[in-house]
Each structure stands twice: as structure tokens, then as C-alpha cells.
């Protein structure tokens, strides 16, 4: 199984603040087709998951421009600038380029 | 507007069975891959089994093979979750999911 690798555990940022949260694979996620299937995810308190990122860098719906996503093979990378307090929560990096489908443990922010 | 409204869940005995529905609106759900993703309490996501649009392909995580069955009825644009010989360590929230949308959830509870 592809390992997903996600750092820090946790984060205390301040409003307005910019954090970046990394996530490095065991394997390359580069699919036979080319593109590289790692997202990024948050679940808010109490909510269910929701995509900010596709396929590395592309925003999901409705996501704001704050947030970005970069990387390649195997080393990735969400930012997020100016952060606000609707942010809060567990970001997950997830990969769908190998069964099984895996996720990293989890990046908690939280307000400082 | 995506919808995608889990039902089924509930507390089980183990060794028992359930059937989770998950009911789809908003887009053509014979255009998508679907998937069920897992949640136990306090813990990370983790992918459990997906479905090609047709039906004709599915893939499973080792824990859930040959007690868990995957299926969709694209006539009632509606996706489920046959799960057998349930175990404790089952007890999750379970999302259905498609790319993007994420439902709202439905718990299982396997406990005697």
C-alpha cells in the first residue's frame, strides 16, 4: 500500500497567518496516464470531508483562491495564505492513483 | 446541486449484516465512479471500495474482501454497501462518495 506521509500533526496559526502542510508519498503517485491523482481534503468539525485540491493543483469548486496546491512525484504541498477562521479543522492529503486508495493521517489546525 | 444521502446504519451484532444506500442526484450517476470511504471515531479516512459507472468493475481494501460487496443500480441513480460477518473493528462512519461530493454520512455500530 502507498504510504502516506503528512506533516506537521498539527498547527496554532493566527488569523491571517499562511501555513504550509506537506505530504510525501512511498510511491510516485504519477498515474500510466500521465496526470498524478493527490488531493487535498478538510473536515471541519462535526462535517463531512470536503475536496479543496485535485490532482495536485487544481481548485475544487467553490474552494478559494487561498489555497494552493504544489508538488510532483512523490513530495506535495498545500498552502494556504491568509488563513481565516473558516479553515479550522483536519486536512487530509489522499491518493487515487493506486489501489488501495490511502490517506494521510491527518494535519489539525487550529487557532492560536 | 451534487447530493449524495447515505442511509442504513445503525447498531449490529457481530457476524451480522447491513446495507447501506447511498441515493445520488444532481448529476448523471451513470457517468461516475463511486466510492464508500470509512471513518472510525476520532480516527483518519479510509477507503473501503469503489465502483467503475457501469458497475462491471470493482476493488476492495484486504480487510473488507469477500464480506463486503459493492454494488449500484443506475436506474435508481442509487449506490450501496452489502457488508457481512461485520466485526468491531467495522464500526465507522460511512461516506459515500464521487470525486469531489462527499454525502453526509451514515453510522455502524458493530457491538453485541
Known amino acids: 500500500d502507498v504510504v502516506m506521509t503528512q506533516t506537521p500533526p498539527s498547527l496554532s496559526v493566527a488569523i491571517g497567518q499562511s501555513v504550509s502542510i506537506s505530504c510525501k508519498s512511498s510511491?510516485?503517485?504519477?498515474?500510466?496516464?500521465?496526470?498524478?491523482?493527490l488531493h487535498w481534503l478538510l473536515q471541519s468539525p462535526g462535517r463531512s470531508p470536503k475536496r479543496l485540491i485535485y490532482?495536485?493543483?487544481n481548485l475544487g469548486s467553490g474552494v478559494p483562491d487561498r489555497f494552493s496546491g504544489t508538488g510532483s512525484q512523490k513530495d506535495f504541498t498545500l498552502k494556504i495564505s491568509r488563513v481565516e477562521a473558516e479553515d479550522l479543522g483536519v486536512y487530509y492529503c489522499?491518493?487515487?492513483?493506486?489501489?488501495?486508495?490511502?490517506f494521510g493521517a491527518g494535519t489539525k489546525l487550529e487557532l492560536k | 446541486e451534487v447530493q449524495l444521502v447515505e442511509s442504513g446504519g445503525g447498531l449490529v451484532q457481530p457476524g451480522r449484516s447491513l446495507k447501506l444506500s447511498c441515493a445520488a442526484s444532481?448529476?448523471?450517476?451513470?457517468?461516475?465512479?463511486m466510492a464508500w470511504v470509512r471513518q472510525a471515531p476520532t480516527k483518519g479516512l479510509e477507503w473501503v471500495a469503489s465502483?467503475?459507472?457501469?458497475?462491471?468493475?470493482?476493488y476492495y481494501r484486504d480487510s473488507v474482501k469477500g464480506r463486503f460487496t459493492i454494488s449500484r443500480d443506475n436506474a435508481k441513480s442509487t449506490l450501496y454497501l452489502q457488508m457481512d460477518s461485520l466485526r468491531s473493528e467495522d464500526t465507522a462512519t460511512y461516506y459515500c462518495?464521487?470525486?469531489?461530493?462527499w454525502g453526509q454520512g451514515v453510522m455502524v455500530t458493530v457491538s453485541s
Open positions: 462518495t464521487r470525486g469531489g461530493y
Open positions: 444532481g448529476f448523471t450517476f451513470s457517468n461516475y465512479y
Open positions: 465502483i467503475t459507472n457501469s458497475g462491471g468493475s470493482t
Open positions: 510511491q510516485s503517485l504519477v498515474y500510466s496516464d500521465g496526470k498524478t491523482y
Open positions: 490532482q495536485v493543483s
Open positions: 489522499a491518493q487515487t492513483t493506486h489501489f488501495p486508495y490511502t
